[in-house]
């Protein structure tokens, strides 16, 4: 217990050290709020506009969780798809790396012409980007499965469900965990970016009606809590890995003596 | 009683060639082999021989170009799913306990969770192992994991045991522990048994019968019935039948060696 805070002083301490420097060098070169506010001045506005950034935050927070959670299960059964058939495979990876290279900013927008101004463009886009890494992980774990248990499978007649179920699966989850997470961190920029384009509700839409009034201060509130549920997202993740992944030793870190 | 001369594993002109770059290497020509039930018969033969091509053929997974399968009194040529296996790596799943791997075992097998779970626990308590009933594999002694790779093969409710060299990754201290244990697990159950080794000590200390297999292409050299009482005491070695045999097994894997000019 006393290592991981021991481990979490110097971050801590960087972050810290950060603030006190931006407050200092707001403070000491008189600079405008409007150019750049100070972390006092940004925490003064997230207090005062505590409500409705948390009702914001709520409605990004929950189409940024429908979205993952959507892009990951197409993510996932496409994986087994792909696995099970090559051909499917190599007919499609060539459109989905292409697919995956059109920008955010330019697919938005025409989804919003085809779809409307609802949930339904935000979604997609959502699905578009959180599919790709998972997809990719997941296919690349099903076939890394140790060849000697797969022989042993094999050799006891283990049909394909019970060779997917009992030994890809397991073997993948630690590939379909490091998926998961990239996707879960930058899932919510996403859908910033999806509100940003158009919508009534969520943080993108708020950050998009600041920016146009020029209210700084709260446009860094806006990132603020874009940041903090980038980090939610992530820490969700990698709890829900360390839960589930528990068959592996625990890492031995360096200068801790206790595994 | 007509079940112990029953017939369980039957293979008939077994025939099998690879082709790998427009050459073709035949691996297994005619072989041969019956194991009836309750009965411990071994294959020994030297490395590259094929005895792994031959298992995987009586496991289904490959099919041979001639020759026939029979497990069970029927026709099992290319059909998987009537053995149960041991290999030489323990080949247990690191994501499930010790109980929870016997009991996926015996789940591919047909048996019920519920039933499963229980046998393994039971199983476990038997070769006290039950302390670690609910540990991960990686955890365990090397000897232990083959132990519990050896109780998972045992308890598959199948025809025959297929015991792919599973003594050949330990040191020889935890070897002869294994040895000993499995002769006493064995004499106890005395199921169908087909186990592969290098090692002649190993094969006449096991066995019924003892079938010698040439270099590749393998054919079978000679098949050999093994004379000790059962059940086996420890010192067998010491018997000068036992010496006789060994030369006799030794000069035939040399011959079939020499033939081949390794």
Known sequence: MENKWRRALPPAAAIVLFAAVWQAVCALFDIDPWTLPSPAQIARTMAGDA??????????????????ALGVSVGVVSAVLFHWIPAVRSALSPILVMAQNVPVIAL????????GFGLTPKLILLVLVCYFPVAWSMMTGLGQAEPQLREYMAMIGAGRWETLLRLELPASLPYFFSGL???AAYSISSAIVAEWLGGSEGIGHYLVLKEKGFDTPAVFAAIVCIVAGSLLFYGLAALLERLIIRWRPEPQRRGGGAG | MTDENRVQLEAVDV????RRGGRTFPVLERVSLTVRAGEFVTLIGPSGSGKSTLFRIIGGVERPDSGRIRIGGRDTTGERGHI????????????LSVRGNIAAALAVAGVGKAEAERQAAEWLERIGLGGVANEYPRVLSGG???RVSFLRALLMPRAVMCLDEPFAALDALTRADMQAWL?????RERRSVLFVTHSIEEALMLSDRIYVLSASPAVVLREIEVPFARPRRADVWKEPAFTALKSEIL????????????
Do not use: C, H
């Not at chain 1, 409605?59 to 429908?66: D, H, I, V």
């Not at chain 1, 938005?108 to 779809?115: H, Y």
């Open chain 2, 84 to 95: 149960s296996y041991m290999p030489q790596q323990p080949s247990l799943f690191p994501w």
């Open chain 1, 181 to 183: 997470k990239i996707t």
């Open chain 1, 108 to 115: 938005g927008p025409l989804l919003i012409v085809w779809f």
């Open chain 2, 183 to 187: 002769l006493r697990m064995w004499e």
């Open chain 2, 144 to 146: 232990m994991q083959q």
């Open chain 2, 251 to 262: 000069e035939l894997l040399a011959g079939g060696n020499a033939r081949d000019g390794v």
């Open chain 2, 15 to 18: 025939a099998k060639r690879f």
């Open chain 1, 51 to 68: 409500p409705r950034l948390m009702s914001q935050m709520g409605a990004t927070l929950r189409l940024t969780f429908e979205g993952l």
